[in-house]
């Protein structure tokens, strides 16, 4: 795959996170990754198409977007949006500031479990940005910094009250080993090894140690999602690599991804990344960026 950008973000080891207001007509802004974790906000950009990892989405008036996972690479792109009047506040922050200690506290749990679910990316529903939008309109005009934090909390705590949808479906089984039960790696291990072929709700049961309804149910409470949408989303993350990286035509990344006939193939892959495969590959090779 090309490469990408690696940004050095401008959050000084003295302060608590790094915000930044612009307003602006366009997005230009190659695709990028960084360490540090970032909300950002994006007002009046009807049509802009948002990249976070494997996940391509159109937005609309509004767009909030949580990232909590070291390097994954995202960007706004200009897309079919027009506005002249763009608004977007991008607020950068350490993977350090709320420490370890802080987050096993009852009261801080909402908000570890929506940083663990971010790792991906997620977006953030209407309703949960009209609930914040008064704080997050003025976060960066306050002067006192210690106000301006402890807003920047109770921002944070409101949003982990929302059910936020996860973006990106390339999930790494490694990265996750720290939080994730080890039945769920074992089974996710042999999804990963065996999605060319047809997996079966059985099978993963029995590596689990649980029968099927157990399973069904402990799966979706650790994964936030269902055994069936989970497969389709790791053969959608395969077939978008593939898109991406190799020359291969579109049918056989769609047997080679798990997926037995081309129509059902191509209807899942749209109704997950808003574009057919063959628009996915293209989209996608045109706004790759190398550096």
Not at 117 to 124: D, L, Q
Request: one cysteine or more; a neutral charge.
């Amino acid at each position: 795959m090309e490469n990408i950008l690696t940004e050095i973000t401008l959050l000084s080891d003295k302060d608590c996170f790094d915000i930044i207001e612009r307003y602006k007509s366009e997005f230009d802004y190659p695709l990028h990754r960084h360490k540090e974790y970032e909300l950002n906000f994006v007002q009046n950009a009807s049509g802009v198409v948002r990249i976070v990892g494997n996940s391509t989405e159109t937005i609309g008036d509004y767009d909030l977007v949580l990232i909590a996972g070291e390097n994954l690479e995202h960007v706004w792109k200009q897309g079919s949006c027009t506005s002249q009047n763009i608004r977007e506040i991008t607020i950068q922050f350490s993977p350090d500031l709320l420490p370890k200690d802080i987050l096993e506290k009852n009261q801080f749990l909402s908000i570890k479990k929506m940083l663990e679910k971010a790792r991906n990316g997620i977006s953030f529903p209407s309703a949960a940005i009209m609930k914040i939008y008064s704080i997050l309109d003025t976060l960066g005009k306050e002067e006192d910094g210690f106000i301006q934090f402890t807003n920047f909390l109770v921002m944070l705590y409101q949003l982990s009250k929302f059910d936020a949808k996860v973006l990106s479906s390339g999930v790494s089984v490694e990265s996750s080993k720290d939080t994730e039960n080890k039945r769920i790696i074992a089974v996710k291990d042999y999804i990963s090894k065996h999605i060319s072929e047809n997996i079966y709700l059985n099978d993963l049961a029995k590596i689990a140690g649980m029968n099927p309804a157990s399973f069904s149910r402990f799966f979706k409470l650790r994964t936030h999602k269902n055994v069936s949408d989970y497969i389709t989303d790791i053969r959608i993350s395969r077939a978008s690599r593939e898109l991406i990286e190799t020359d291969l035509n579109i049918s056989e990344i769609c047997y080679n991804s798990g997926f037995n006939n081309l129509s059902n193939f191509n209807r899942l892959f749209k109704s997950r990344k808003a574009m057919t495969p063959k628009e996915f590959r293209e989209f996608y090779k045109k706004n790759k960026v190398r550096v």
